[in-house]
């Protein structure tokens, strides 16, 4: 599935360079619906790196959807409260976020901690048993588009090699060569905040129940527990002259510096890099048959745990449609809807990152606005509202969870119903429903009009909702016609704008 020969002159169907949780997610998204792919990263072998160690609610509810959610609880944990230290005084301790209660309509609502090659290798996990693989030690060197394919030339251990493919997406990160090899700016800057050094090391003399801090006036310096690891991850902020060695002597000797703590050991470091918080912004998010996702088209501050998961659900997005182009069941339009959606939330997103970088940064609560909850395609042209105006869940919105007893009386949830590749329409009461005779996978749920599903999404008498394949609502109608949901696939899936 990942690779082999392909009819028409083409290699593979997508070329996906760049191997982090964009790239693997979106290579997911295509192995599940059969698409062919090669996935391509430059490094020898997987980074072992925490980097984006925060998982927002939004991203586990796709972590479910994908099928690696108890993967991924299996190695991760809540975060530890801060402690705020002065030597070895304790001067203070708060919660890092305030524990919330699950919901049925919510049912994962706290941020969890996982170093990012461990949410790297339960995806990884996923696309083996899916039937795809990464190709390590492969560089893109160059590539070129026409009309029909892309064509790109791969260094394999020094060997050049040809691919021909459909189309080509750049998940390759914040220096990405695909935005390069496309000429499109990368508007943005450094933020005045400090450098810093960080990474994973070992610590010995320090109990891992808690993320310790200690703040100077060079700035913070910080040592975080990793969840079933040995290893916390170190941050320390540097000044304008500093320029450490990445090594573990200069690692430990300056945080032996900024914290005054001789008594602690730190040792055996398995990443150490200079970060740089930076805020940018890509001008598009295609040329072509040539797409970016990720960090390519996208670098954001620490600040409110968004980088990870704003790449994660750019590969959620662009994924079915990419299927849908290439089996035939959409046209080449719907693909435009992959910046026009997802554009727009990462320039918010990035507000919003700037906005806590700006209060000071820090780790600590942070609310809704950065749990990607409320992330809405609402102007979508993928998004047909025919409900009451005074609706408070419309078309576009992420669509909720919610419970109620199917068959025989089973309890269920509406995740459940959702998960897999296809469209779902919940049929509310008694509607005919002409289902269409061609086109995607459609599944129909009937419920009643006084159940959770009803209440939770505001229904008080026959209606259709249609959830889209990445589970945010596509329509909803509250007079349906018998082909509603027909007659919306079909103009959502060809050239012909939705509602015309």
Known sequence: MSDGSMSGGFDTDVLIVGAGPAGLVLACELA???????????RGEALRASRGKGVQPRTLEIFEDLGVL?????????????????????????????????????????????????????????????????????????????????????????????????YLVGADGGRSSVRSGLGLAFAGEALDQPRMLIGDLSVDGLARDAWWMWPSDQGMAGLCPLP??????????????????????????????RTGRSDLKLHDPTWLSIFTPSLRLAEAYRRGRVFIAGDAA????????????TSVQDAY????????VLTGVAGERLLATYESERRPIAEAVLQISNAIAQQGGGAGPRGRQTQQLDINYRSSVLSLERGRPDRALVAGDRAPDAVYF??????????????????????????DVRAPTTGPELKVERLATDGQPALTYGISGPAIVLVRPDNYIGLIDENPAPSAAADYLAAALSTTPVGA
């Not at 501050?301 to 998961?309: C, F, K, S």
């Not at 997005?317 to 849908?324: D, P, T, Y």
């Not at 269920?412 to 119903?417: D, H, K, V, Y």
């Open 32 to 42: 599940r619906r059969g698409v062919g792919f090669r996935l391509v990263e430059q």
């Open 70 to 166: 108890d993967a991924f609880h299996a190695v991760s944990g809540a975060y530890p409260p801060l402690r705020m230290m002065r030597g070895e005084t304790v001067v203070g301790e708060r919660p890092f976020n305030v524990q919330v209660e699950p919901t049925d309509d919510i049912p994962y609502p706290n941020m969890i901690m996982s170093p990012q090659w461990r949410t790297d290798e339960v995806l990884r996990g996923r696309l083996t048993a899916l039937g795809g693989h990464v190709e390590y030690g492969t560089a893109l060197s160059s590539f070129s588009q026409d009309d029909a394919a892309v064509t790109a030339q791969l260094d394999v251990s020094g060997v050049l090699q040809s691919v021909r493919s459909r």
């Open 228 to 257: 079933h690891v040995e290893s916390f991850q170190m941050i320390i902020a540097l000044a304008d002259s500093e320029e450490p060695e990445l090594t573990e002597a200069a690692a430990a000797s300056l945080f032996q510096s």
């Open 298 to 309: 996208h670098v954001h501050p620490p600040t409110g745990a968004q980088g990870l998961n």
């Open 317 to 324: 997005n662009l994924g079915w449609k990419l299927a849908l």
């Open 406 to 431: 199917g068959d025989h009386g089973r309890r269920r949830r509406l995740f459940e119903t959702f998960r897999g590749p296809h469209f779902t329409l919940l049929a509310f009461g008694d509607v």
